[in-house]
Each structure stands twice: as structure tokens, then as C-alpha cells.
């Protein structure tokens, strides 16, 4: 009798080049990619997530990636002010400021940094939340957030396919090495449910194309497809039914490490999260001879730990040596 199955799994995604500690990895797009970057960081990976903050749409991360790469110059006539805030329709309001001088000096950074680590990057991850965007109607720009502008400010338009090609293949262009592209598993009701497979849709065809062009160092992973059609339930979601549960982001994560790691790599990541792990728990009795012990084997076991930045954790274990004097 054949084994019976109740869920359709993704098959095995190929890799064009491993992940492993060496790496330099740059996160872009929308707000998923936030959660694929703190799986690294909790990890200890070298990560440099979102350097302009969230963004959803492809035209927007082309953008982003152009401003970094050129150092572009951020200049007061790139700012609005809105309720006392000075925002750039290029950026997250994460980098907004008070003042002029404030928010320029925040966009300015966080532009140089990202030029930094996208030199130094060996890997670049690109989430695409949606294919909808919204244009200025004074000077025709898309926009990367709206930050609550009035509607009339803005017509809101469909990137066909060809639009997204061509965003993909300037990002290729821009970045030299290896590049993997994912759809947001998030869904964006604001659209519209229809609109909103519309835009998936138009994503993927885009993605597919491009990665034919580019076979030798495009991938993609499937995390939407991975929350539709392996997990395929609403206890999968957070209470707004919209964006993936906690439980679903480690699992989608988990099929992500076994695709983009090697096995070294993992054994390596494993031992990592033990420590990770000890470090985070609080001992009932800091004093005693059997958290000293304790405190001695993290440490000993961080040690024989090659190329992973364990700094805090080690700093974290010999401070608690020294309370346990």
C-alpha cells in the first residue's frame, strides 16, 4: 500500500553558490525580507538588511539599488514635510527626522552603508512584495512609500511584465554575483484579492523570464509558493489573516537554510543556535559550581568555533564567570 500523503511539499531547488559563514549577504524588498534577515542575524550570519528600509514593489528596489550604488547625494528637494517629519518618497519613514538636516543625514547613511556592504556582498536577496505602484503626479516618479500623502497625489498603476524585466535585469546588471529573488508570501488585501493574485502572477512570469537570461546566478525560492501550496491553511497566518505566523516564517526559513547552505554549514549553524540558545536562558541560581560549568563549556564551545562572530555571547558567559566569583 503506498504511504498516504496529506500535504503537497516543494521539490528540491537548485543553488548556484552555497551560503555558508563566509558570506556577505544584502536583503532587499518588502516587509518578509525582514523576517529572512533576523533568521540570519539570529543565526550569525553576516547580514546587512534593508539599508532603505522596506520596499514592495520592483521599480522601487531597482531604485534603492542604483541610489547605493551610485552613493547618490541625498539634497533638500528630494524631502517633504509632513506633520513636522521631513520623509523622502525614497525611503522607509524609519528614516525620516525633524529637521531637514536630521533626515538627510539618515537617508545619507543609510544610502553610503548599503553601497559598503553591497561592495563586500557575495549574495543578494530580493523579496517582491507586489507588482502595483503608485506614481507622482507631478513629476511621474514611483514612489517607494506614500507616507500618507493625500490620493490625489498619486495614480496607482500595474507594472506589466516587461516593467518587471526590466527592473531585474538593471538589478542583475548592477550586482555582479550571485542574486535570489522570492515573492512575499503576504497578502496584499489592501489590492484586492483578485488584484492581488494579479500581481503574484505577474511577478513570477517576470522572475522566470529573467532567470532563464541570467541562469548561472539567478535563483528562486519559492516562499509563496511554500505558504500556498505546502502549508495551504489559515493556521499558517497571523490573526489578520495576511501575513504568515511566526510558526510558517521559521518553517518557510527552514526549507530556506536546507536549500542555501551546505551541510558543513548547518552542523555549523547548529552548534550556533545551541550557543545562541544558552546565552538567551537566565540560570535560577547564577552562583552555583553547576552554572560555572556551564558558563566554561559555552565558552569552550564558542572557541573551537571558526569565522562566526560570537563576541556577545562570549562576552555575555564571562561576565556571568565573573558574578559567579
Known sequence: MDKMKFRTEIEHIAWHKPIDYSSHIVTLGSCFAEHISRLFIERKFCVTAQPTGILFNPASIERSMRLMQTRHQITEQELIESDGRWLSYDFHSSFAGSSREEAMKNMQHAIDAGNEALQSATHLIITLGTAWVYRRRDNGAIVANCHKQPAACFSRELLDVEDICSSLRAIMEMFEDDVTVTISPVRHIGDGLVDNSLSKALLRVAIERVQREFATRLCYFPSYEILMDDLRD?????DDLVHPSSQAVEYIGEKFFETATTPACQQVMQRVERIVTAANHRPMNPHSEQYRDFCQRQLQAIANIEG??????KAFFEQ????NL
Not at 234 to 238: D, N
Not at 320 to 323: E, F, S, Y
Open 234 to 238: 489559515y493556521r499558517f497566518y497571523g
Open 308 to 313: 562566526v562572530d560570537l563576541s556577545k555571547e
Open 320 to 323: 556571568m564567570l565573573q558574578i
